[in-house]
């Protein structure tokens, strides 16, 4: 039956599903292969009372230990691109490497600064996603969303939008395609700017390991990553857990760390920092629970 919507796979494991690498597991891996399988599938699953989650590439989550009884859905089949002059229309399971590449491939500028960024573009559209002085809204005309079974078209006005955060966070809309307005640029150029962030990101970031990019936002000001290595955390670990050295703000899965090993850690930095500096650092990834 779960068939027509796309891929399916039983009893999946999740471990290549969440940039951490934790050892999860689901009845059901879902993907389906087109938008409209997709509505019909959340229909499906809302109807028969089935449990169910969205992951794009699971590159800003910390996911439970347990196994899931219900369905994972992955959009990693929904990555059409197409170009339209200087219009950029895109599927929201593409990575955002591969939807930058492609741009900087026509010669469009404008999300060439997130080229680095991991995951898909649904999620960096979810919390924000971008660099400093860079967002993946600045070029954005529309979004979307599946809505009450329903494709939903929202423009950039229509969505709210703050540090790390989207309106998303907030309701059950589930993106599904975004429009940019991109312009001409010299594809060396957005080359080198891309070669250049990538030998930045090489030097400082624990790209080596497993992680899920920043753990924390920082706040007005300052730094977490600074908080965190003033407080003496750098290399402090719970189990396979690792506050990196190379980035305080990073931490990584040395081998077989688990997601209570981080959330023990985030809250052991939490507790730190706070004590020091009564700063209390607002997690940026996300933390799931299935239940």
């Given at each position: 039956?779960?068939?027509?919507?796309?891929?399916?796979?039983?009893?999946?494991?999740?471990?290549?599903?969440?940039?951490?690498?934790?050892?999860?597991?689901?009845?059901?891996?879902?993907?389906?292969?087109?938008?409209?399988?997709?509505?019909?599938?959340?229909?499906?699953?809302?109807?028969?009372?089935?449990?169910?989650?969205?992951?794009?590439?699971?590159?800003?989550?910390?996911?439970?230990?347990?196994?899931?009884?219900?369905?994972?859905?992955?959009?990693?089949?929904?990555?059409?691109?197409?170009?339209?002059?200087?219009?950029?229309?895109?599927?929201?399971?593409?990575?955002?490497?591969v939807l930058v590449a492609n741009c900087i491939n026509k010669s469009l500028e404008g999300l060439?600064?997130?080229?680095?960024?991991?995951?898909?573009?649904?999620?960096?559209?979810?919390?924000?996603?971008?660099?400093?002085?860079?967002?993946?809204?600045?070029?954005?005309?529309?979004?979307?969303?599946?809505?009450?079974?329903?494709?939903?078209?929202?423009?950039?006005?229509?969505?709210?939008?703050?540090?790390?955060?989207?309106?998303?966070?907030?309701?059950?809309?589930?993106?599904?395609?975004?429009?940019?307005?991109?312009?001409?640029?010299?594809?060396?150029?957005?080359?080198?700017?891309?070669?250049?962030?990538?030998?930045?990101?090489?030097?400082?970031?624990?790209?080596?390991?497993?992680?899920?990019?920043?753990?924390?936002?920082?706040?007005?000001?300052?730094?977490?990553?600074?908080?965190?290595?003033?407080?003496?955390?750098?290399?402090?670990?719970?189990?396979?857990?690792?506050?990196?050295?190379?980035?305080?703000?990073?931490?990584?899965?040395?081998?077989?760390?688990?997601?209570?090993?981080?959330?023990?850690?985030?809250?052991?930095?939490?507790?730190?920092?706070?004590?020091?500096?009564?700063?209390?650092?607002?997690?940026?990834?996300?933390?799931?629970?299935?239940?």
């Amino acid at each position: 039956m779960l068939n027509k919507f796309g891929k399916v796979i039983e009893n999946a494991s999740l471990i290549n599903y969440n940039t951490y690498g934790i050892s999860t597991s689901c009845n059901y891996l879902i993907k389906p292969d087109n938008i409209d399988n997709l509505i019909s599938l959340i229909e499906y699953l809302n109807n028969n009372d089935v449990k169910y989650y969205l992951l794009g590439c699971g590159s800003n989550v910390i996911l439970p230990d347990n196994h899931f009884n219900g369905v994972i859905i992955s959009l990693e089949l929904l990555n059409n691109i197409k170009f339209d002059g200087n219009l950029v229309i895109a599927e929201c399971g593409v990575s955002l490497g591969v939807l930058v590449a492609n741009c900087i491939n026509k010669s469009l500028e404008g999300l060439e600064y997130l080229a680095l960024i991991p995951g898909t573009l649904g999620g960096a559209l979810y919390g924000n996603a971008g660099v400093k002085d860079y967002t993946i809204y600045d070029n954005l005309i529309s979004v979307e969303v599946v809505r009450d079974n329903k494709l939903v078209k929202l423009l950039k006005d229509d969505i709210g939008i703050g540090y790390r955060h989207s309106s998303f966070k907030d309701n059950n809309d589930i993106l599904v395609r975004a429009i940019f307005e991109l312009k001409k640029g010299n594809i060396n150029d957005l080359k080198d700017i891309v070669k250049e962030n990538r030998l930045k990101r090489q030097n400082s970031q624990p790209l080596e390991f497993k992680n899920a990019g920043s753990v924390f936002k920082n706040p007005e000001g300052d730094y977490a990553g600074r908080l965190i290595e003033s407080v003496g955390l750098k290399g402090y670990s719970v189990g396979d857990a690792e506050v990196s050295t190379k980035h305080a703000n990073f931490i990584i899965n040395k081998g077989h760390a688990t997601g209570s090993d981080i959330r023990k850690l985030i809250q052991i930095i939490k507790e730190k920092v706070y004590n020091e500096y009564k700063i209390d650092l607002v997690l940026e990834q996300i933390i799931i629970d299935w239940d």
